[in-house]
């Protein structure tokens, strides 16, 4: 157990609807990264919180995705007018603020847009 | 640009029957080279950290090592629980804060 808690495990949406995923790392993980993954393939950064501060966004981030992390400790991942090429795995991880060290994964939140 | 590239893409082995796993990075400033293991439908699972080439990592049946340009994960008698994708990644100094997944390496362990 990483202790990294992701919400719902499953989604189903019809194309347009919009949906939020949450994410619960530990107390200790200052460092809060979004990823998403596709079948056959590695995670793709999405975005990276330093505490309640977003200081990083990748290209691959549509302005239709929003992420938030109020007060440093939860996060939530919105998707806005989903799209059928929106469907993959959200994957969300914590990492403590010492060092390069590992991140940890929660299990994923899996995202089916039909 | 920061790439990682691994190979194979898929190994099938028999129990028992060692080999290893490819990871080559191209990552300006490596600060870390980490291994996961991923089971279908969950989330990767930490497994190793490497930060300088030379170093080397050991935990059950796996051992993990680093040169200045590729990682190797090596699999010593495996078994069928250790029948999942391995993915390696790679941080770097130019990246900012994203760490850069390769695709992975599917195993299949037979009994």
């Known amino acids: 157990d990483t202790g990294v808690s992701q919400n719902p495990r499953h989604k189903i949406t019809k194309r347009g609807q919009n949906v939020t995923f949450r994410c619960d790392p530990i107390?200790?993980?200052?460092?809060l990264y979004w990823y998403r993954q596709t079948l056959g393939q590695g995670p793709e950064f999405l975005t990276y919180f330093q505490n309640e501060a977003q200081l990083e966004k990748s290209r691959l981030l549509s302005d239709r995705f929003s992420a938030e992390r109020p007060k440093g400790s939860f996060s939530t991942l919105e998707i806005q007018r989903t799209e059928q090429g929106d469907s993959a795995m959200y994957l969300c991880?914590?990492?403590?603020?010492?060092?390069?060290?590992?991140?940890?994964f929660g299990q994923g939140t899996r995202l089916t847009v039909v | 640009e920061d790439q990682v590239t691994q190979s194979p893409e898929a190994l099938r082995l028999q129990e028992g029957e060692s080999s290893s796993l490819n990871c080559s990075y191209t990552v300006s400033g490596l600060r870390g080279l980490f291994w996961y293991r991923q089971d279908p439908g969950k989330g990767p699972e930490f497994l190793f950290t490497?930060?300088?080439a030379g170093e080397e990592k050991e935990k059950e049946r796996l051992k993990a090592t680093l040169t200045k340009k590729e990682s190797f994960l090596h699999i010593t008698a495996p078994k069928p629980e250790d029948s999942a994708t391995y993915l390696c990644?790679?941080?770097?100094?130019?990246?900012?804060?994203?760490?850069?997944f390769g695709a992975g390496t599917r195993l299949f362990v037979k009994a």
């Open positions: 991880a914590g990492q403590t603020l010492v060092g390069d060290t590992e991140a940890f």
């Open positions: 107390s200790e993980h200052n460092r």
């Open positions: 490497l930060y300088s």
């Open positions: 990644a790679a941080y770097g100094n130019t990246g900012g804060f994203k760490t850069i």
